[in-house]
């Protein structure tokens, strides 16, 4: 399974990925982390980036791209990734792209959380706190201050990757405002439906809690495809589509298969346009 996690700090990309890791037994690949490495280790990476992440920016495109391309050709990213915080800019998506051509793996989905950002603030906040209660360090780039440029950040450099994705169909908008038990679920229940969990299966266990807990709940949701972009007013929650609420969550792999690849196609080109317009009302502002 491959699978990028999309959204912006504090929209819980580094706790689900986490969650995937247990879950299916792949790695996450975030650059963040191996920036904040680099940094500690005082590595010609680390020094470089330094001071751009204590400011809240973005570290250039050719080291992140580097540091995943070397990631990625170690012998346990075969199994499947999560990468997490990358890629965050166009051109790093189409690195990506590029990386994954040569090294013939497919991408199986992009995840957006979608989060209102009047949440942020405070999930940084008690995510500070939280790492001061473990008696760990806080990140240099937790503080009111820095969020705000890194909120800037990933609204001018990353969102453009949500049309990006979109485009390219790979794109599934989960609402990131519910609980992180929640998210989790509705996660995992978007990658049997698309079939990307075939190969990595999850643990007997696991499947036993949520099949009971699914046969209580009875029928959800199929997944949505390459969801509106978050604008605004649409940041919130995500609706699904009426058509694609009809597939039931325990379908088959071949029926779920069938079911998102045909939402799919409805949804593309009324994703497209939307999110052609919404580009070209960002450009305006
Ligand atoms: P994160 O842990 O993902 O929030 O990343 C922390 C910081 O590392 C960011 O604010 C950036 O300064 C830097 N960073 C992480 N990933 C990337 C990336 N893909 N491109 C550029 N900068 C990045």
């Known amino acids: 399974m491959r699978l990028i996690l999309l959204g912006p700090p504090g929209s819980g990309k580094g706790t689900q990925a986490q969650r995937l890791v247990q879950r299916y037994g792949i790695i996450q690949l975030s650059t963040g982390e191996m920036l904040r490495a680099a940094v500690a280790a005082q590595t010609p990476v680390g020094i470089r980036a330094q001071g751009i992440m ?11 791209i580097g540091l995943i391309s070397d990631r990625l050709d170690q012998p346990d990213a075969a199994k499947g990734f999560i990468l997490d915080g990358f890629p965050r800019t166009v051109p790093q998506a189409e690195a990506l792209d590029e990386l994954l051509k040569k ?16 949440a942020l603030l405070q999930r940084v906040e008690a995510r500070a706190a939280e790492t001061r209660a473990r008696g760990e360090e806080v990140r240099s780039d937790d503080t009111p201050e820095v969020l705000t440029t890194r ?4 609204r001018a450099m990353t969102e453009p990757l949500i049309h ?12 990131g405002m519910m609980t992180i038990e929640h998210v989790t679920r509705e996660i995992n229940r978007i990658l049997s439906a698309i079939g990307a969990v075939g190969a990595a299966a999850p643990s007997k266990a696991a499947l036993g809690k949520r099949s009971a807990k699914a046969s209580k709940k009875g029928r959800k949701a199929a997944p949505k495809r390459a969801g509106k972009p978050a604008g605004k007013a649409s940041r919130k929650r995500p609706r699904t589509t009426q058509k694609a ?11 779920a298969r069938k079911s998102v690849a045909s939402s ?18 960002r450009a305006k502002a």
């Open 151 to 154: 909120l800037a950040s990933y």
């Open 54 to 64: 204590a400011s809240g920016g973005l570290v250039p495109d050719d080291i992140v």
């Open 103 to 118: 090294k013939r793996m497919r991408l199986d989905a992009v995840i957006e959380l979608r989060v209102n950002e009047s």
């Open 164 to 175: 990006y994705y979109s485009e390219r169909r790979k794109l599934l908008t989960v609402d």
């Open 264 to 281: 799919r196609t409805r949804v593309a080109t009324r994703s497209r346009k939307a999110a052609k317009k919404v580009t070209k009302r």
């Open 245 to 255: 609420a009809k597939a039931p969550s325990r379908a088959p792999k071949k029926a």
